[in-house]
């Protein structure tokens, strides 16, 4: 069975300021691993994803994300947050042999001037 | 390319009414999930369509059923609604299990049911 935790269900932060959203993962294979980010009324938008090689993914919107198999974690981070950043951000997994997505319970990102 | 589209996008039903939610896939994909979102919470897998048939089934008891059309487009109908049933229904598009896979869903902007 699989799994993703998201660790704090809001984070702020000040414009400008580093963006780092928590995800630890559960999986008894090779995860595919993935963040999806929600603006107010809209469905789900990819920021990025990982499924295999190289562990550092980078994404859209200046995101990056880095898949640590030791550590069971996929922290999403951005250098420098911007005001547009603001949104729901969700980690998801899956496997190689399938498309069907188990996600988090969302973090809640605000930023601040 | 035409995204994934939803219809429609908001409407309220009564307790024991019947709904249908309907979703167009992206352009070339083949396969359609649905999700549901309740408030607050991530989205949660009900089932996926492959070609006409279902391929898989989250935890949603039977009164949630599907269909899937020839032109991939799909169906999610819900009966004897219950008040824990609002919520928002995402349905998302995949190339689908004959392709490799990347894992990569698209989403629409979904559908979202008030139950009273």
């Known amino acids: 069975a699989q799994s993703v935790t998201q660790l704090g269900s809001h984070v702020s932060v000040s414009e400008g300021a580093l963006v780092l959203l928590r995800c630890n993962y559960s999986?008894?294979?090779?995860?595919?691993l993935f963040w999806y980010v929600q603006y107010p009324n809209q469905g789900l938008q990819l920021l990025l994803k990982y499924t295999t090689g190289a562990t550092l993914v980078k994404g859209i919107n200046g995101f990056e994300a880095e898949f640590k198999k030791s550590e069971t974690s996929f922290h999403l981070t951005k250098p420098s947050a911007h005001m547009s950043d603001a949104a729901e951000y969700f980690c998801a997994v899956s496997d190689s042999t399938t498309d069907k997505l188990i996600f988090g319970t969302g973090t809640r990102l605000q930023v601040f001037p | 390319e035409t995204g994934v589209t939803q219809s429609p996008t908001h409407l309220i039903k009564t307790r024991g009414q019947q709904v249908t939610l309907r979703c167009s896939s992206q352009s070339g994909h083949n396969t359609v999930s649905w999700y549901q979102q309740a408030l607050g919470q991530g989205p949660q897998f009900i089932f996926q369509?492959?070609?006409?048939?279902?391929?898989g089934r989250g935890n949603f008891p039977p009164r949630f059923s599907g269909l899937q059309f020839p032109n991939y487009s799909s169906e999610l109908n819900v009966n004897a609604l219950e008040l824990d049933d609002s919520a928002l229904y995402l349905c998302?598009?995949?190339?689908?299990?004959?392709?490799?896979?990347?894992?990569?869903?698209?989403f629409g902007e979904g559908s979202r049911l008030t139950v009273l």
């Open positions: 369509y492959y070609r006409e048939e279902e391929n």
């Open positions: 998302a598009s995949s190339l689908g299990p004959d392709r490799v896979n990347t894992g990569e869903l698209f």
């Open positions: 999986s008894s294979v090779p995860p595919y």
